[in-house]
């Protein structure tokens, strides 16, 4: 993805730069799959564990920004270096914001872990999961291997993530309107639902933020764009 740099100390904190951020997306990766285990398991000390976990994130994106701030200030970096880092503090903002929706699903759980399961809304939800999670991998994977057609396959697959969200928030509508005694249970799968849409979108953020960073392009808002 980068060139090599005369400047070894230069080299190294790139090298450093792509480490942490693969480091603090393999963690948001996991915390995604943890929460929704910790759900489906009805295990509340794994959710405890997702949010005692956010810290972690929480540091990695100090360390990161920290870290960014300094090779602007003493390498002065410009074209695609200049793009790589100024790529790197957005996608550091929307992996911070995955872990703390993690730690909301987890909170989500732990709550619905108190009372009976509505059982047929818990399948569908790990599919969202799992759609959302790969789509964190995928855009990550983009950045590191400095592949637009990657970040684009990211895009695309975000309608499906859409499609299985509106799903499954439809059927929960569905049940709360057939028996009030649900709408308690319901209403906080549908919170659930959100957030892993939400992550998703964050997954998207990133893929729009790689292709800026190889093209050189703004995809994004291409509506508004689209107005002027």
Do not use: W
Request: glycine content about 4%; charged content about 30%; aromatic content about 4%.
């Amino acid at each position: 993805m980068a060139a090599t740099h005369t400047d070894k100390a230069f080299e190294q904190d790139l090298r450093n730069l792509r480490e942490k951020l693969l480091a603090m997306g393999a963690k948001v990766e996991t915390l995604i799959a943890q929460s929704t285990k910790a759900l489906t398991d009805r295990d509340s000390s794994l959710a405890e564990q997702v949010v005692g976990a956010d810290r972690e994130v929480n540091r990695l994106e100090v360390d990161i920004d920290d870290l960014c701030r300094r090779i602007l200030a003493l390498r002065q970096p410009a074209a695609s270096d200049l793009r790589l880092i100024t790529t790197a503090l957005k996608i550091v903002t929307d992996l911070e914001r995955i872990g703390d929706l993690a730690v909301n699903i987890a909170e989500r759980a732990m709550d619905l872990n108190q009372v009976p399961p509505l059982a047929p809304y818990y399948v569908d939800t790990p599919k969202l999961a799992e759609l959302a999670q790969q789509q964190v991998k995928k855009a990550l994977d983009a950045f590191v291997s400095g592949d637009a057609a990657k970040a684009e396959d990211v895009l695309k697959g975000d309608d499906l993530l859409d499609a299985l969200f509106l799903k499954i928030f439809n059927e929960l509508l569905a049940y709360m309107m057939e028996d009030s005694r649900n709408i308690r249970r319901a209403t906080a799968l549908m919170f659930i639902a959100k957030h892993l849409e939400r992550i998703g979108d964050h997954a998207l953020n990133v893929a729009e933020m790689v292709i800026y960073m190889v093209r050189g392009k703004d995809v994004r808002h291409p509506r508004s764009r689209d107005l002027e």
